[in-house]
Nanobody
């Protein structure tokens, strides 16, 4: 399982970026994907998640500004970020987890996807996003 992020960079407040996460080595359609970010001196936090059924979940500060999408044909997950703020600065990581069920419910869901204790199967190496004027 391999995930490779790209698309990070430096932008001014109010700017936009599109991050990409290219996946290989597994059946893409069977996996859910999340984006996390880690700012200097802070814990990693979940930003957005998309399931194999295209359900999406967002961290509160990302709602209305960020959009997570997936292209199964290209085996790529995207994070479209608009209205960027300095507090969005950090290293952005892509994570993948095969969809699993326990007692009829997906183990990765709206309550678990961003939990620091959720054990994702794979992580990318990260891409730096810097928002500064």
């Amino acid at each position: 399982v391999q995930l490779v992020e790209s698309g990070g960079g430096l932008t001014q407040p109010g700017g936009s970026l599109r991050l990409s996460c290219a996946a290989s080595g597994f059946t893409f359609e069977h996996y859910a994907f999340s984006w996390f970010r880690q700012a200097p001196g802070k814990e990693r936090e979940g930003v957005a998640c998309i399931t194999n059924n295209y359900d999406t979940y967002y961290e509160d500060s990302a709602k209305g500004r960020f959009s997570i999408t997936r292209d199964n044909a290209r085996k790529t997950v995207y994070l479209h970020m608009d209205g960027l703020k300095p507090e969005d600065t950090g290293v952005y990581y892509c994570a993948a987890d095969r969809v699993k069920y326990s007692f009829g419910q997906a183990t990765l869901n709206d309550k678990t996807w961003s939990s620091i204790s959720y054990d994702y199967e794979a992580w990318g190496q990260g891409t730096q996003v810097t928002v500064a004027s």
